[in-house]
């Protein structure tokens, strides 16, 4: 019983069948175009981004600005330094998937063009961290929308009920 050794089977041949996956000339056309406006967008995106951020510096002079055209204006109170805080955070939001998008650009083209397989799954995975984030950003837009919502009901009852006493 000690000298029980495990035998097992050899489905190698079989496996390789199965896990293979065919890419058709139409599908590897298919993604190559993908991979051009995909890498399109990212450039765009990657300019927007850097638009934005450059924005953020010029947060003084915009409130400058607003201050001289209306002195009481809610934008002065959050300050310079706050809204070179937001447009910097928007500017890192807008990068990222572009970022995304362009290694995917890259790596799929790269996987059609030399037919490398392993780089054809790190294409899929960089366009699945795409999705993945515009989803995620997605639902965390849902739910402060939801939030926001339910915020104005309840002031609204406050306010209301407060009037009427």
Do not use: C
């Amino acid at each position: 019983m000690d000298d029980f050794e495990e035998i097992k089977p050899d489905f190698q041949q079989e496996e390789e069948e199965v896990e293979a996956l065919y890419i058709s000339e139409d599908v590897r056309s298919y993604l190559y175009e993908t991979a051009k406006w995909t890498k399109f967008l990212s450039i765009v995106g990657f300019i927007f981004s850097a638009l934005t951020a450059l924005t953020a510096f010029g947060a003084n002079a915009f409130l400058s600005t607003i201050a001289a055209a209306s002195p009481d204006s809610p934008l002065l109170k959050v300050g310079a330094a706050g809204i070179t805080i937001v447009y910097l955070l928007l500017a890192v939001i807008q990068f990222y998937p572009s970022f995304q998008l362009y290694k995917f650009s890259t790596a799929a083209n790269q996987a059609i063009l030399f037919g490398e397989q392993a780089t054809l799954s790190e294409a899929m995975s960089k366009l699945k961290s795409f999705f993945k984030f515009w989803g995620i950003l997605t639902i965390a837009f849902i739910a402060f929308y939801l939030m926001m919502m339910i915020f104005v009901v309840v002031a609204g009852v406050a306010v209301a009920g407060h009037g009427a006493a």
